[in-house]
């Protein structure tokens, strides 16, 4: 694996100039993002997923660590050549159109004037926002400003994007649009780096996430890991009835009717088997049996709970032992 954007043990404090209160925004985390990968950065507000993004770019410094983009570090501006980066809450100045703004990003990141002819309709069709090419910025909604905010960062073809909050505001089917879009970015090899709140985009954008809390990694990994094939599974046959039920819990197993159906949650596979026979050995008729899959927001959520049950006093590591990351 080629890593593009490589960091190791980051770390930032912010001191607060007035009260000179410390705020760790990022506790020693560790990062690889190789070609044509999409990771996904994850947390809670105040995580510390734009202070990562802020270091990778050379917007503020790490306290300590070390982090490269294309093998150089960040201290080098060389490192940014090959980069787009939208920022969150971007805003372009509102009397300019889109076409000129694409036009003087372009110009900013080298692209020849040539070139620009037909990279900038080109993008405009890719956003679909070629019907507001000639229109002025301020007149934009939130969601063309985003369109028009990635159009920017993908002006000059770069190699590597770090996206805060990409579909910030676009709505659903625009949404979709640029999912597309980045997936076609990556396939072409582009590392991606985005950072996100909506979970359910992130799982279907993403190869592997990382999700901080308080500057820490507390989890990373490909998502199909982190949510993982549970041991829970859903049952249903006929003839299933409560002497069955009791039959299953005796094995050491926890069984619950639900919607109608049965939650089974078993130990390990030769336990799922064993229970299936007592189910057969019974007259049972299996219709039904399915690993529940816990989603990204279900691990998110238990993630965030756990620590705050942690720091509410005791251990921290809740129901995500196993998921700790490498
Ligand atoms: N310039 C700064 N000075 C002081 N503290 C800062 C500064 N920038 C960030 N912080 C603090 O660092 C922590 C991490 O902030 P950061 O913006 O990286 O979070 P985030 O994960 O991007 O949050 P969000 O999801 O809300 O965008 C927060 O506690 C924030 O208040
Ligand atoms: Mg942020």
């Not at 300590?64 to 809450?89: C, I, K, M, T």
């Not at 040539?114 to 969601?143: C, H, N, Q």
């Not at 049996?289 to 720091?311: I, N, Q």
């Amino acid at each position: 694996m080629t890593a593009i954007l490589s960091a190791e043990g980051l770390s930032k404090t912010f001191r607060t100039p007035f009260s000179q209160r410390e705020v760790r925004a990022l506790d020693g985390l560790d990062l690889q993002v190789a070609a044509g990968e999409v990771f996904g950065l994850l947390g809670p507000n105040g995580a510390g997923k734009t202070t990562t993004v802020k270091i990778l770019l050379g917007l503020t410094h790490p306290t300590s660590g070390r982090a490269e983009l294309f093998g150089l570090p960040v201290s080098d501006p060389e490192s940014r050549r090959r980069v787009g980066y939208l920022p969150e809450g971007h805003r372009f100045p509102g009397y300019l159109t889109a076409r000129q703004t694409l036009s003087i990003f372009g110009r900013m990141s080298g692209v020849a004037p040539a070139e620009m002819k037909t990279r900038i309709p080109e993008l405009l069709a890719s956003l679909r926002i070629s019907d507001w090419a000639d229109m002025k910025v301020k007149k934009f909604s939130k969601g063309m400003t985003q369109r028009l905010g990635l159009a920017a960062a993908l002006v000059h073809r770069p190699d590597l994007l770090l996206l805060d909050e990409p579909t910030d505001g676009v709505d659903p089917v625009g949404r979709r649009e640029i999912r597309d879009l980045l997936r076609e970015e990556a396939a072409r090899g582009t590392a991606i780096l985005l950072n996100s709140h909506l979970l359910s985009e992130i799982e279907m954008t993403c190869d592997r996430v990382a999700v901080l809390r308080k500057g820490k990694a507390v989890a990373a990994g490909r998502i199909a890991d982190l949510t993982g094939q549970g041991s829970t599974y859903r049952f249903a046959g006929m003839g299933v009835d409560e002497a069955l039920l009791v039959a299953f819990r005796e094995s050491g197993a926890l069984a619950e009717r639900v919607n109608g159906h049965v939650q089974l949650t078993t130990r390990d596979a030769e336990h799922l088997n064993a229970l299936v026979d007592t189910a057969r050995a019974r007259g049972v008729l299996v219709t039904e049996l399915t690993p529940e899959r816990s989603t990204l927001e279900d691990v998110f959520v238990d993630l965030v709970k756990a620590g705050e049950a942690g720091e509410a006093g005791g251990a921290s590591d809740g129901p995500l032992q196993g998921r700790r990351p490498q």
